[in-house]
């Protein structure tokens, strides 16, 4: 079974610290992907990459970035987290051949106070 | 761009009735299209998906759903609701070719005893 791990499932962070949510995937898939998730707002596309240390711009990346130096792992990083950014993220994978089929990690909340 | 529309966020059956979630996408080329299934404090797993072969497509636990070109719609059904169906839905599509998965704004399914 392909296996998208996220490192933390809650977090509780102060505003202005810098978070770290990390993503490891276990089957080599080439694409990864973070997502935001809000009530009545469905998910939304913040970053995605093809490739190591390659990576695009989703929906909404303000106040977002992110690494990928190796295939298996996709972090994201607010670099001063605010309350707006209080909400579910969720990270996930596919294989480039699979018609865009994601595979999702559980889920990481992120409460900011 | 190719787009999802899902009506009514909030959908209540009664339990042992039909379960009915409509998706309507706009695509400029023939799209793959998946629904989602989302449980409490839990990531995304795939329910089912449209990949070009049979229009009438079976998923996972008694769901299935109808491509319809004509209609642009890929609706998802269950004959008999369960209490276990209680979750979010989401309807995506992709391009071929394109790795991107554009989502609806979901579904709460709640079941009705």
């Known amino acids: 079974d392909v296996k998208v791990t996220q490192s933390s499932r809650y977090l509780v962070k102060r505003t202005g610290e810098k978070v770290f949510l990390e993503c490891v995937q276990d089957?080599?898939?080439?694409?990864m992907f973070w997502y935001r998730q809000d009530p009545g707002l469905g998910l939304r596309l913040i970053y995605f990459s093809y490739d190591v240390k390659m990576k695009e711009k989703g929906d909404i990346p303000e106040g977002y970035s992110v690494s990928r130096e190796k295939k298996e792992r996709f972090s994201l990083i607010l670099e001063s987290a605010s309350t707006n950014q209080t909400s579910m993220y969720l990270c996930?994978?596919?294989?480039?051949?699979?018609?865009?089929?994601?595979?999702f990690g559980e889920g990481s909340r992120l409460t900011v106070l | 761009a190719q787009s999802v529309t899902q009506l009514g966020s909030h959908v209540s059956v009664s339990e042992g009735a039909l379960v009915l979630l409509r998706c309507n996408y706009s695509?400029?080329?023939?799209?793959?299209l998946f629904w989602y299934v989302q449980y409490p404090n839990q990531g995304l797993q795939l329910l089912l998906k449209y990949t070009s072969a049979a229009t009438l497509v079976k998923g996972i636990n008694g769901f299935e759903a109808e491509f319809k070109k004509s209609e642009t719609s890929f609706h998802l059904t269950k004959p008999s609701a369960h209490m276990s169906d209680a979750a979010e839905y989401f309807c995506a599509v992709s391009d071929k070719g394109n790795n991107r998965l554009a989502f609806g704004k979901g579904n709460q399914v709640v079941v009705i005893p």
């Open positions: 089957m080599d898939h080439e694409n």
């Open positions: 996930a994978s596919s294989f480039s051949g699979l018609y865009g089929e994601l595979f």
């Open positions: 695509s400029s080329v023939p799209p793959y």
